[in-house]
């Protein structure tokens, strides 16, 4: 991106809740960036939802709050279209003082996942469905957005409409040229089941630039629905009777030679599918509070809902957790399900990739993939099923352990702990606000 003619620059690492945490600078400052003259507080990206320190967090205290040494990322920098002024976001990753990776950084956590399979020969694609709705603020509680051809506010549900699409043209056609500018695969675009619900695909690619773009795009569709008079929110569940927001991943595995390493020639997929699907299957439990990490989220995961409430996979079958969509065995690849949009990218990627890898290392095998209405099936294991057990399981597994660094475990669970005392203190009517556009 060519810096010449901006006048402000945003520094900004993420925190465990995907919220970009860093400073303003003038544009001039650009240069120094690569040596390390940005410092933040280490614990500045454990803080919690609300942006305050997690007590007894031995980040602030016991290092005396430390600053820890931001440098920019290989995703360079990126223009920020929602604001009138030439601006540009460069994202950051946080290093300790020596030059090690803080491993409370998400980025790093997935960095890491990849280098294991980066040692195997294996690079990581992924793709990821970013859902989200437009909506109303300006009241006691969420409402959905007007037309803009009437000025009415939309009243029902307009699933695959081409006509909410067009209605909101003038949005979209922002969104597609910001993303372009932010270098950002913007796919197709689709209006979901949900009042003012839609969806864009971005394309398959390296998957730390997914997540990468994953995390940009959030605040590039909350920046522009402001920009166009609205709001815009990834939260799991705006509306109590309406669709929720998911983000799906598609992922495979390519070798050295550009293989995929999924892909027999079969619609059975190989071997190491199968071991990368039980690798999934067996973290998604204890995994639950990455892919639902507010209390939010788990208004979204109920049964008939279109999210998964199970551990299960199946072939070409939208019930299920885990999916493997039909097609080109070259394009052989796994669908996770569970995620709300509300999730951080970067940990929701490390822990599926993650679990993956450690079911391909220990050559698990899953179960037979099954058939029908997944809801309607018995016996099958349960994700968490509140926000505080999350907590619990994902404190306590083991296998969570094997596969995210023990840092990055021990400030989540703090800091969600300390969320859930905190919402027990705030009036439930004005808990959406809290989540509005922060996740």
Same mark, same amino acid.
């Given at each position: 991106?060519?810096?010449?003619?901006?006048?402000?620059?945003?520094?900004?690492?993420?925190?465990?809740?995907?919220?970009?945490?860093?400073?303003?600078?003038?544009?001039?400052?650009?240069?120094?960036?690569?040596?390390?003259?940005?410092?933040?507080?280490?614990?500045?990206?454990?803080?919690?939802?609300?942006?305050?320190?997690?007590? @007894?967090?031995?980040?602030?205290?016991?290092?005396?709050?430390? @600053?820890?040494?931001?440098?920019?990322? @290989?995703?360079?920098?990126?223009?920020?279209?929602? &604001?009138?002024?030439?601006?540009?976001?460069? /994202?950051?990753?946080?290093? *300790?003082?020596?030059?090690?990776?803080?491993?409370?950084?998400?980025?790093?956590?997935?960095?890491?996942?990849?280098?294991?399979?980066?040692?195997?020969?294996?690079?990581?694609?992924?793709?990821?469905e970013m859902e989200f709705c437009l909506l109303d603020d300006s009241g006691?509680?969420?409402?959905?957005?007007?037309?803009?051809?009437?000025?009415?506010?939309?009243?029902?549900?307009?699933?695959?409409?081409? +006509?909410?699409?067009?209605?909101?043209?003038?949005?979209?056609?922002?969104?597609?040229?910001? %993303?372009?500018?932010?270098?950002?695969?913007?796919?197709?675009?689709?209006?979901?089941?949900?009042?003012?619900?839609?969806? !864009?695909? &971005?394309?398959?690619?390296?998957?730390?630039?997914?997540?990468?773009?994953?995390?940009?795009?959030?605040?590039?569709?909350?920046?522009?629905?402001?920009?166009?008079?609205?709001?815009?929110?990834?939260?799991?569940?705006?509306?109590?009777?309406?669709?929720?927001?998911?983000?799906?991943?598609?992922?495979?595995?390519?070798?050295?030679?550009?293989?995929? !390493?999924?892909?027999?020639?079969?619609?059975?997929?190989?071997?190491?599918?199968?071991?990368?699907?039980?690798?999934?299957?067996?973290?998604?439990?204890?995994?639950?509070?990455?892919?639902?990490?507010?209390?939010?989220?788990?208004?979204?995961?109920?049964?008939?809902?279109?999210?998964?409430?199970?551990? +299960?996979?199946?072939?070409?079958?939208?019930?299920?957790?885990?999916?493997?969509?039909?097609?080109? /065995?070259? %394009?052989?690849?796994?669908?996770?399900?569970?995620?709300?949009? @509300?999730?951080?990218?970067?940990?929701?990627?490390?822990?599926?990739?993650?679990?993956?890898?450690?079911?391909?290392?220990?050559? %698990?095998?899953?179960?037979?993939?099954?058939?029908?209405?997944?809801?309607?099936?018995?016996? &099958?294991?349960?994700?968490?099923?509140? *926000?505080?057990?999350?907590?619990?399981?994902?404190?306590?597994? +083991?296998?969570?352990?094997? !596969?995210?660094?023990?840092?990055?475990?021990?400030?989540?669970?703090?800091?969600?702990?300390?969320? !859930?005392?905190?919402?027990?203190?705030?009036?439930?009517?004005?808990? *959406?606000?809290? *989540?509005?556009?922060?996740?």
């Amino acid at each position: 991106m060519d810096l010449s003619n901006l006048r402000t620059l945003r520094i900004a690492a993420c925190d465990v809740n995907g919220q970009m945490r860093g400073k303003r600078l003038p544009a001039e400052l650009a240069d120094k960036l690569a040596d390390g003259a940005a410092r933040m507080p280490i614990s500045t990206l454990n803080v919690d939802l609300w942006g305050r320190d997690v007590e @007894d967090n031995p980040l602030v205290f016991e290092t005396g709050d430390a @600053d820890g040494v931001m440098l920019p990322t @290989d995703r360079g920098a990126v223009p920020m279209p929602w &604001l009138a002024t030439p601006s540009a976001l460069v /994202p950051m990753s946080m290093y *300790w003082e020596d030059g090690r990776p803080f491993m409370g950084d998400p980025r790093h956590v997935l960095e890491e996942i990849l280098a294991r399979y980066a040692k195997r020969g294996w690079q990581v694609m992924a793709a990821t469905e970013m859902e989200f709705c437009l909506l109303d603020d300006s009241g006691d509680q969420p409402a959905p957005p007007p037309d803009p051809r009437t000025g009415r506010p939309l009243d029902q549900q307009s699933v695959l409409s081409v +006509a909410e699409l067009d209605a909101f043209d003038a949005f979209f056609s922002d969104l597609y040229e910001g %993303a372009a500018a932010m270098g950002i695969p913007a796919q197709s675009a689709i209006s979901e089941a949900g009042l003012g619900q839609f969806e !864009i695909n &971005l394309n398959h690619q390296n998957a730390l630039r997914a997540a990468d773009d994953a995390w940009l795009f959030k605040s590039l569709v909350r920046g522009l629905a402001r920009k166009h008079g609205f709001a815009a929110t990834f939260m799991a569940k705006p509306y109590a009777e309406e669709a929720g927001n998911g983000m799906h991943v598609h992922f495979s595995v390519v070798d050295t030679d550009g293989n995929n !390493i999924f892909d027999d020639g079969t619609e059975r997929g190989s071997d190491l599918l199968l071991n990368a699907v039980a690798g999934c299957l067996a973290a998604m439990p204890a995994s639950t509070l990455i892919f639902a990490p507010h209390a939010n989220s788990y208004d979204r995961l109920v049964p008939g809902a279109h999210a998964p409430v199970d551990a +299960a996979w199946a072939y070409e079958n939208r019930t299920a957790a885990i999916r493997i969509p039909g097609g080109s /065995p070259k %394009a052989r690849r796994i669908e996770h399900r569970v995620a709300g949009g @509300d999730i951080n990218p970067y940990l929701m990627l490390a822990v599926v990739l993650g679990a993956a890898l450690v079911g391909i290392e220990d050559n %698990a095998q899953p179960p037979a993939p099954s058939e029908g209405n997944i809801y309607d099936i018995q016996g &099958l294991p349960q994700l968490a099923p509140s *926000w505080q057990a999350a907590v619990d399981l994902f404190d306590t597994d +083991a296998m969570i352990a094997r !596969i995210l660094p023990d840092r990055i475990i021990r400030n989540l669970v703090m800091t969600k702990r300390q969320e !859930i005392a905190g919402f027990a203190d705030r009036p439930a009517q004005t808990h *959406w606000l809290s *989540w509005l556009e922060a996740v």
